[in-house]
């Protein structure tokens, strides 16, 4: 990267099953690609990589799941390696913008607080996947555990043969606990997180995480209002 090109920005969304995020990362992305001047690279958690999206697929068969929350962290974090030093990083260097569909939060989240995984090994498999890489805004989309999953079923009943994957066919209690995890970790890294209502229709969580993002960062939507806190920030 040149001495006089803007360092990269990354940005991951969060949040439980249903609320929104491949949406609303391709709505940021379009926003952010009007502005022009920056490459916008979007991608996802697991996947990004040829070599990472052989593990989502695995992972959201339930091939790990016998095998228990250690073993999913496992791939979880085998494929991190490979997406952060193939597609992440080398982004990011060329001063790119990037929006990841779920990062290291998600692990946390439901390995670690919905899996029952102790946090210190969680912790200690971030330091060997990340490196001290760490998102700039993390963008956590919010809503009710129960509605969350009413959604992705019918999405998928929609658009796929398969039915649920493997999370979305847990328990309700495992997308309660899911939920009340997000809101931890945004409640202990209010810097980083901002929680958004994902209840509303489309339009106004767009607005929301504009609203969010023009308050983290102005420079990336110069001409957007970032006063209200309409996102309510943790």
């Known amino acids: 990267m040149s001495s006089d090109a803007p360092r990269g920005v990354f940005i991951t969304f969060e949040g439980g099953e249903g609320a929104g995020k491949s949406t609303q990362i391709a709505r940021l992305a379009a926003t952010l690609r009007a502005q022009g001047g920056r490459e916008v690279v979007t991608t996802r958690e697991p996947g990004g990589t040829k070599r990472a999206e052989g593990f989502r697929e695995a992972l959201l068969r339930g091939v790990a799941k016998p095998f228990g929350p250690f073993a999913e962290a496992l791939m979880f974090a ?15 260097a060329r001063g790119a913008i990037v929006l990841c569909d779920r990062f290291a939060d998600s692990t946390r989240a439901y390995q670690g607080a919905a899996g029952g995984l102790d946090p210190a090994l969680i912790a200690s498999l971030e330091r060997v996947t990340l490196e001290g890489l760490r998102p700039d805004l993390t963008l956590i989309l919010d809503l009710p555990a129960e509605g969350g999953l009413a959604r992705a079923r019918r999405r ?11 999370f979305e066919a847990e328990a309700l209690s495992f997308h309660e606990r899911l939920r009340a995890a997000f ?6 890294e209010p810097a980083r997180c901002r929680v958004i209502d994902a209840q509303p229709g489309p339009d106004a969580v767009e607005a929301a995480i504009r609203t969010a993002v023009a308050a983290h960062r102005p420079d990336l939507l110069p001409g957007e209002p970032a006063s ?4 309510h920030a943790a």
């Open 183 to 188: 809101l931890a970790i945004a409640e202990a």
């Open 156 to 166: 998928g009943g929609e658009g796929q043969e398969e039915g649920p994957d493997r």
């Open 228 to 231: 209200g806190d309409r996102d």
């Open 78 to 92: 085998a494929a991190r390696i490979d997406h952060v030093d193939g597609l992440i990083r080398p982004a990011l």
